[in-house]
């Protein structure tokens, strides 16, 4: 009599994968309800597993510790999804970078910056307020700045390629200026503190930006831009 064929269990790597990011997501919409209800010192990282309803085990499989945690969270929160396509290659980017016009790369640059921020701005001061008692979460919030530093060099370097920037600035200053409009702190204080909404804040820090860059349009010929409020 023939022995009875043994099928053999095919491995479904595919669901483990689809386990895998559920469990991820699930993990981080835990981790950012709780950083910003309690705080960062006061959410622990077996806390975050239970309410994300998965092991503390598969907690660290994937975040070494509680600071790489909130970087993921805000890393998702900037980019409004978990995708890992770097900010410089998504769609809203390619069109700023594409605009001819500086002061219109400036405004694009704003409106984005305007349905953004409240998404991550307030995981920024977190950090922030976090790195005075922690410091794997100051090494967090040194990278959240120096990121934020070289995107703004970045966007230097394509505004000054427009050839509408005053024409005295150098790369460094336009970079310079960029970061501290870009500031969290300013989001904090017309945003948060005064409660303006987020339009009039893009409108605010465009104009700001635009006078303070001398950014013409490409129908500006005259060479001198807005007042110049570097002085």
Do not use: C
Request: overall charge neutral; cysteine-free.
């Amino acid at each position: 009599m023939d022995e009875p064929v043994k099928r053999i269990r095919r491995y479904n790597a595919s669901r483990r994968r689809e386990q895998a990011r559920e469990n991820r997501a699930r993990v981080l919409s835990a981790a950012r309800r709780l950083f910003l209800d309690k705080g960062y010192v006061d959410t622990s990282v077996p806390e975050v597993a239970r309410t994300a309803g998965v092991s503390v085990q598969t907690v660290y499989k994937v975040f070494p510790n509680k600071a790489a945690l909130l970087k993921a969270v805000f890393d998702v929160s900037v980019a409004g999804d978990d995708d890992d396509t770097p900010m410089a290659q998504r769609e809203v980017i390619h069109r700023i970078q594409a605009e001819p016009d500086a002061a219109q790369k400036i405004t694009m640059y704003l409106r984005h910056l305007a349905v953004a921020a409240p998404r991550y701005v307030p995981l920024q001061l977190l950090a922030r307020d976090a790195a005075r008692a922690d410091h794997a979460a100051a090494d967090v919030w040194a990278r959240m700045r120096q990121e934020t530093l070289t995107a703004m060099t970045y966007f230097a370097r394509e505004l000054l390629a427009t050839g509408q920037l005053r024409d005295t600035l150098t790369e460094d200053d336009v970079r310079d200026v960029l970061w501290t409009y870009h500031s969290p702190e300013l989001y904090e204080l017309v945003v948060i503190e005064r409660g303006w909404p987020t339009d009039r804040y893009a409108d605010f820090v465009a104009d700001a930006l635009i006078n303070a860059l001398g950014a013409r349009g490409l129908g500006d010929s005259t060479g001198t831009g807005p007042e110049n409020l570097l002085g």
